[in-house]
Structures are given as C-alpha cells and as structure tokens.
C-alpha cells in the first residue's frame, strides 16, 4: 500500500481551488479563496465572509482560562474583518466539547469571554451549533460590511494608481514579537509535556509579572477593527498578522524589507525581556518573522506614517463617544514603516528573502506528516 505523500494546508487549498468550479459565472462573488475573506457584491456595499476553526491542542496554552479562549475565537476570526477594512455585522459560532469541557461551569465562563468580544468589537453572536467532539474545537464564522474592501494584493492595476502603489510603503500597527516571547516564556518556563508543571515554574510566574503585557498578547489579542475602518481609503493592500509576518509579507509579493525597522518594531518590553533572556537582535528578528497570531494588520500605503498616524488620531477622537457608550472599538494605535514596495522581487537588507536566514522557517503553516 503507498503511503500518503507530506502535504501541507497551502497544497490543500490549491487542490480545493482547483476543483471549486462552483463560483464561475456568479457575478456575485468578487473575492473567494485566497484572502482573508471572501466578498460578495450587494450593490453599493459589499458582504465581507470569514472563518476561522481552533482546537485546544494547538490554539490554547494549557495556561488560558476559558474566558481568555472564548474571546480569542472572536478576536480569531473579527481580525480578518478588520484586514478587509470592514465593519463586523455578526458572527456564528459551531463548538465542539469533549468530556473535560463538557462541564457547566467551563462553558459557562467560556461563554462569556466570547460575549465580552462580542461586544467589544460590536460583532453580536447570533447563532453556531454544538457537538460532541475528542478534545474542544471552536469554530467561527463571522460578517462584515464595507463599501471598499482592501485586499491582501492590489486589485487597481492598469491604472494611475498602479505607479502610486509601486510608490508605496509597508507598514504594520503596532509592534510585532510579543507572541513569540510569550510562547518561548510558556514552553521553556510553564509547562513541562510529560510533566506539566516544571521546575521552573516559579521562573515563568515571575517573568509574567516582569513582562504582563507580551503574556497579555498571548492570552487577549485584539483584532484591530478601528484601524482598518479608519485607514479605509488611505491604503492599498491590507491583511491581518495571523501566520507570523514572514509568511504574510508574501501576500504582498514584491518588496524590500529592513532588519532595523523590523526590529523597531519590537516594544521595549519585548526588548527588555530579549536581554533578560540572552537573545541577541539576529535571534529576535527570527522570533518576530515566526510571532504568529499577532492580529496587527499588515498593510500598503502611498501615504506617508505621519499622514496615517494623523488618521488614526483624528479618527479616535471622533470615535470618542462611541467608545464610552459602546466600548467597542481599541483607540490608541500607530503605524510603524517596515519597509516599501518595489517593482520585481522579494528583499530584505538587498538579501532575497528565501536565502535570509536560510533554513529558519518564516511564518507559520500546518503540516501534516506521515
């Protein structure tokens, strides 16, 4: 009998696409697979549809709380809403609970850090489905709406905006490499595989006190749904950082990127801890290409950070008052400059990006071995 070949989830979604006759001829479908949502026309505004499936085994330290998982799978899936631009209209749940979770008061909890998302984002659950499952899978598909999607690559070519869009620069919100810390915080000091608690423990205990907010990262993401509504028109590009920057940056396709911004983006925190625990600027690099499930937005823009920053501003003192009746929306953010589109080629410091740090694996994808 011949064994099944490695695959990965990217050779699993082209053998889809390519069997996915069902979208031809549909006028209605503008975007399917192959962005971080699929759109539907509905005349003047457009229908933005996502989804987004985690199990307990490879989405949830051992060390979140129910309450920190229900949120995440809001954060999860409203995060790709925010990549597209969009407003979030509602989300659907479909949960699956083995015999551990199966446990009133787990998903009592688990219930309501979904609801805090919820309403922190303004994306109300209006539905899902429950099951019987061998360890907890949580499954959600969430709506958005938006008159201007922004996609992961430039839909405008043929146009004068064309040339802008070579013109552009890169940037993402915010900084990049909690996620990464907090995992390395978590697997070297937090739990033991074969033992569950390690001697080290108390270690991890005081680096989370040290550093809460790279655990923070971990346990509450947020999704930035304020920064993409209010950078709609103003960019070219958009996805969400959920497979670690060095696999999203592809989406973009051509472009030179720098060490140094990218390590500027990095907060003080995150270098702080990095000198704590002897990691060197090449080794935090790696650690922020590979820091997956960041949710900060990747983006494109002709415009410069000062002009976006300004956006941002302008935009979180409007939303002011929205915020206080509704607590919806986060409203301190920033965009930082990694780097610029070129017309050929994928760079970082003049080096081809595949032959950088040759070996280390960027970003993030499921493999399934034999």
Same mark, same amino acid.
Request: charged share 25%; proline share 3%.
């Given at each position: 009998?011949?064994?099944?070949?490695?695959?990965?989830?990217?050779?699993?979604?082209?053998?889809?696409?390519?069997?996915?006759?069902?979208?031809? /001829?549909?006028?209605?479908?503008?975007?399917?697979?192959?962005?971080?949502? $699929?759109?539907?026309?509905?005349?003047?505004?457009? !229908?933005?549809?996502?989804?987004?499936?985690?199990?307990?085994?490879?989405?949830?330290? #051992?060390?979140?709380?129910?309450? +920190?998982?229900?949120?995440? *799978?809001?954060? $999860?899936?409203?995060? =790709?809403?925010?990549?597209?631009?969009?407003?979030?209209? /509602?989300?659907?749940?479909?949960? /699956?609970?083995?015999?551990?979770?199966?446990?009133?008061?787990?998903?009592?909890?688990?219930?309501?850090?979904?609801?805090? $998302?919820?309403?922190?984002?303004?994306?109300?659950?209006?539905?899902?489905?429950?099951?019987?499952?061998?360890?907890?899978?949580?499954?959600?598909?969430?709506?958005?709406?938006?008159?201007?999607?922004?996609?992961?690559?430039?839909?405008?070519?043929?146009?004068?905006? @064309? +040339?802008?869009? !070579?013109?552009?620069?890169?940037?993402?919100?915010? =900084?990049?490499?909690? *996620?990464?810390?907090?995992?390395?915080?978590?697997?070297?000091?937090?739990? =033991?595989?074969?033992?569950?608690?390690?001697?080290?423990?108390?270690?991890?205990?005081?680096?989370?006190?040290?550093?809460?907010?790279?655990?923070?990262?971990?346990?509450?993401?947020?999704?930035?749904?304020? @920064?993409?509504?209010?950078?709609?028109?103003?960019?070219?590009?958009?996805?969400?950082?959920?497979?670690? %920057?060095?696999?999203?940056?592809?989406?973009?396709?051509?472009?030179?990127?720098?060490?140094?911004?990218?390590?500027?983006?990095?907060?003080?925190?995150?270098?702080?801890?990095?000198?704590?625990?002897?990691? =060197?600027?090449?080794?935090?690099?790696?650690?922020?290409?590979?820091?997956?499930?960041?949710?900060?937005?990747?983006?494109?823009?002709?415009?410069?950070?000062?002009?976006?920053?300004?956006? %941002?501003?302008?935009?979180?003192?409007?939303?002011?008052?929205?915020?206080?009746?509704?607590?919806? !929306?986060?409203?301190?953010?920033? *965009?930082? #400059?990694?780097?610029?589109?070129?017309?050929?080629? +994928?760079?970082?410091?003049?080096?081809?990006?595949?032959?950088?740090? #040759?070996?280390?694996?960027?970003?993030?994808?499921?493999?399934?071995?034999?």
């Amino acid at each position: 009998m011949t064994k099944n070949a490695k695959i990965n989830e990217l050779e699993i979604i082209n053998i889809i696409q390519k069997n996915n006759t069902s979208i031809k /001829g549909n006028s209605n479908v503008i975007k399917s697979i192959g962005d971080d949502c $699929a759109v539907i026309d509905l005349g003047v505004n457009k !229908l933005v549809i996502t989804t987004d499936m985690l199990f307990r085994s490879t989405h949830f330290p #051992k060390l979140l709380t129910p309450f +920190q998982i229900g949120k995440r *799978v809001i954060t $999860a899936n409203v995060s =790709d809403i925010a990549s597209m631009c969009a407003k979030p209209l /509602g989300i659907v749940i479909s949960m /699956g609970f083995d015999s551990e979770t199966a446990d009133k008061n787990y998903i009592d909890e688990l219930s309501k850090g979904i609801n805090s $998302a919820c309403c922190e984002y303004n994306c109300p659950l209006v539905g899902g489905d429950t099951n019987k499952s061998k360890e907890l899978v949580l499954s959600g598909t969430a709506f958005g709406i938006t008159p201007n999607p922004v996609y992961r690559t430039f839909e405008m070519a043929g146009n004068e905006n @064309e +040339q802008k869009d !070579l013109d552009s620069n890169i940037y993402i919100t915010n =900084d990049l490499g909690k *996620v990464s810390c907090a995992l390395l915080m978590y697997e070297k000091y937090l739990f =033991d595989k074969k033992n569950g608690v390690p001697d080290s423990f108390n270690t991890g205990l005081k680096l989370i006190n040290e550093y809460p907010e790279i655990f923070k990262k971990l346990s509450e993401p947020k999704a930035r749904i304020f @920064e993409g509504m209010a950078l709609n028109g103003h960019i070219n590009t958009c996805c969400d950082i959920s497979d670690g %920057l060095g696999k999203d940056i592809t989406y973009i396709k051509d472009f030179e990127l720098y060490s140094e911004d990218i390590l500027n983006c990095a907060s003080s925190e995150t270098f702080e801890f990095c000198e704590e625990l002897n990691i =060197d600027d090449m080794n935090l690099l790696d650690l922020i290409l590979n820091s997956g499930e960041e949710f900060e937005l990747l983006f494109s823009s002709f415009n410069s950070p000062n002009y976006l920053n300004n956006i %941002l501003e302008k935009n979180k003192n409007k939303n002011k008052i929205k915020t206080k009746k509704e607590n919806n !929306l986060s409203t301190s953010s920033k *965009v930082v #400059k990694i780097g610029k589109k070129i017309e050929n080629g +994928q760079y970082i410091d003049d080096i081809e990006f595949k032959e950088f740090h #040759k070996g280390t694996i960027k970003g993030y994808v499921h493999h399934w071995d034999n």
